[in-house]
């Protein structure tokens, strides 16, 4: 079976540790309405306060794209508080700081040119060539020649880390299984009184923070193609095996990848390298399969969905969504299962 086969395979990595409008029914909740498997579904859409230019609070203002220094750099944004976050909100004195990263600027093949060369005229808002421009969450307006972020004021301009002016998308595949006894039962949360739920994680390089093991669609590729490529290269690479073990586990995987899965989230994403110029988009799938229990692999590990979760991004809301989808424990708080994002 193919659970019990991904099971042999992330045994052996040792880990230890949308939709259309359905309602997810619960013993404490009457009801969620959960998110929609289409655009207006994500939470970018229901924060439409943010692009809408009300003042907003905090909770619905995208946070870790203002963060300071930018991710690699000591480069501080310009403070934008919740209240001007949205484009509609004016603000003639608005200077955001402008910086695009050495590494970007080098011209790799997966970066853009600078908007002042002669040579790059970008389809925005346009699949341009192999290059996705279209935004998940609908046109977004172009300024000055340079698209402008649709979740509103970051503080810097420019794509700082970023490869593509507009939107970059990435794909996050979600790995979970029920968190099972010596015994193989479910463990049931003794205080929300549902099963607690598992999802494969990884230790990022770049920052430290745990997070989805995803990445950046590559010019014109499938996004099944992305997930399967991501998460081989993210979680099975950190990992001690041989060539011919790496094999055998790429093998199982790909029956998993094969599977039915869910589409959790297509959309913006709250992430720290954004910009007002350039920003993250992601498509998170959930595969759920039963594997066998393994030891912590350092860098890659299962790990207890929960409300406590602190991951890279946005990632905690898609595992929140996991949960709610699964009617798995998410929060000790009756009142905390009952609130959408």
Known sequence: MAGRLLGKALAAVSLSLALASVTI???????????????????????????????????????????????????????????????????????PVEYTAVSVLAGPRWADPQISESNFSPKFNEKDGHVERKSKNGLYEIENGRPRNPAGRTGLVGRGLLGRWGPNHAADPIITRWKRDSSGNKIMHPVSGKHILQFVAIKRKDCGEWAIPGGMVDPGEKISATLKREFGEEALNSLQKTSAEKREIEEKLHKLFSQDHLVIYKGYVDDPRNTDNAWMETEAVNYHDETEAGDDAGKVKWVDINDKLKLYASHSQFIKLVAEKRDAHWSEDSEADCHAL
């Open 25 to 95: 029914r619960s013993s404490r909740c009457r009801g969620i309405q959960a998110f929609r498997n289409s655009f207006s579904s994500s939470w970018f859409h229901l924060n439409t306060n943010v692009m809408s230019g009300s003042n907003g609070s905090k909770e619905n203002s995208h946070n870790k794209a203002r963060t300071s220094p930018y991710p690699g750099s000591k480069v501080e944004r310009s403070q934008v508080p919740n209240e001007k976050v949205g484009w509609l909100v004016e603000w003639q004195d608005y200077k």
